[in-house]
């Protein structure tokens, strides 16, 4: 059974950092896409960023660029998000995700670790 844990959200002032972690269990993730999706409330689920296992290569959402980095480690089968800057509206409940190759969707979903943001 495939499983992704997130850690690492708590509370921070407007300006700070927090680093997300996900690590994923069960099988070989070495050739999954990897991303990050947040959900404030009464919001949508909307995406943050992802990164190609095997290539690294990476993308993200508008609203983060240049603040938030994604990046993996293969040994460990974790994905980090390294958030800069931090603002109020990042405030939400961010989820971990993988998608397999070939597939369009993600397929495996964490279960959630909250941030909160203060001005």
């Known amino acids: 059974q495939v499983q992704l844990v997130e850690s690492g959200g708590g509370s921070v002032q407007a300006g700070g950092s927090l680093r997300l972690s996900c690590a994923a269990s069960?099988?070989?993730?070495?050739?999954?896409?990897m991303g990050w999706f947040r959900q404030a409330p009464g919001k949508d689920r909307d995406f943050v960023a992802q990164?190609?296992?095997?290539?690294?290569?990476?993308y993200y959402a508008d609203s983060v660029k240049g603040r938030f980095t994604i990046s993996r480690d293969n040994a460990k089968n974790t994905v980090y998000l390294q958030m800069n800057s931090l603002k109020p509206e990042d405030t939400a409940v961010y989820y971990c995700?993988?998608?397999?190759?070939?597939?369009?969707?993600?397929?495996?979903w964490g279960q959630g670790t909250q941030v909160t943001v203060s001005s």
């Open positions: 995700a993988a998608m397999a190759p070939g597939r369009r969707s993600y397929d495996y």
């Open positions: 069960g099988r070989t993730f070495s050739t999954y896409t």
């Open positions: 990164i190609n296992w095997s290539s690294g290569s990476t």
